[in-house]
């Protein structure tokens, strides 16, 4: 096969991969569409009550108003949006930062496993919602106190994914290595660490998706912005378009996020495709 073969195989290829997700993603949109058509017929025919479940045309009314508008809480859209990012990504952050790292030490080095892991494992069933209390105890009720309520919701996936990665490693490898002369250190910075990272993002993934669908309860320690604080202000006054808005916002945002991680990953991980 000449080169000029190997470069119309590549260029099929690659028109072929565009094909493809451009189907997904037609498909994605008439889904949504016809969800969306589904329940604008559902309310247009008073098939339920239309003050508990107001139309998307509505919810589409409130979230366009609110972007200029701060009833009824106060806030606009884009306030309230800064602020719940600010909250969820504080929180998130610090459980990358920490948990990724003892997940991958805790996961090669057994003294330190022996250590922590007694303490996570009676640490880990604790529901996030439990440490509310103690948190406004210690912390009061700013940022730091919601931040910290995220924290502990996206600290779990990435310990125990970082850990099960680098304690998949491939013995193999690490055989090899050792045989070569390298230190248990330079296998886990060189081997351990590249051969755990597909499930380390896995872990920040679930995180992240934690991390921003605890937002609602973090925000529930006397926040004064925030879409989860939109959300509570709905409930209270009997708005459920509000309501929905603020979840619409929340999905949204959240589906975006994820895109940015998967696009890290898969600039992160190019040297897979190549094996």
Request: net charge positive; hydrophobic share 50%; proline share 5%.
């Amino acid at each position: 096969m000449n080169k000029q073969d190997l470069e119309r195989g590549l260029a099929a290829y690659k028109q072929e991969k565009k094909r493809s997700t451009l189907k997904f993603v037609l498909l994605a949109a008439v889904g949504i569409c016809a969800f969306l058509l589904i329940w604008q017929l559902i309310v247009q025919f008073k098939l339920v009550n239309v003050r508990s479940l107001p139309s998307p045309v509505k919810v589409l009314q409130t979230l366009i108003k609110k972007i200029s508008t701060k009833n009824p809480d106060g806030n606009t859209l884009g306030t309230n949006i800064l602020a719940s990012l600010q909250v969820s990504l504080t929180g998130f952050a610090l459980a990358l930062v920490i948990g990724v790292p003892l997940g991958l030490v805790m996961g090669w080095f057994t003294p330190v496993d022996k250590f922590v892991r007694p303490v996570f494992e009676l640490l880990r069933p604790v529901p996030p919602i439990a440490w509310i209390p103690l948190v406004v105890v210690w912390m009061g009720i700013g940022l730091k106190a919601k931040a910290m309520i995220i924290f502990f919701t996206a600290f779990v996936p990435c310990v125990i994914n970082s850990y099960t990665g680098i304690k998949l490693t491939n013995k193999t490898l690490i055989n090899v290595s050792r045989t070569f002369g390298a230190s248990n250190v330079e296998i886990f910075w060189k081997v351990g660490i590249p051969s755990a990272l597909p499930m380390v993002f896995a872990g920040i993934r679930v995180a992240l998706g934690n991390s921003w669908s605890t937002l609602v309860a973090a925000e529930m320690l006397a926040a004064s912005a925030g879409l989860g604080y939109m959300i509570q202000i709905g409930r209270t006054i009997a708005r459920p378009d509000i309501v929905i808005a603020g979840m619409v916002t929340i999905g949204a945002i959240g589906a975006v996020l994820s895109g940015i991680l998967s696009y890290v990953e898969q600039h992160a991980l190019r040297w897979q495709s190549k094996n």
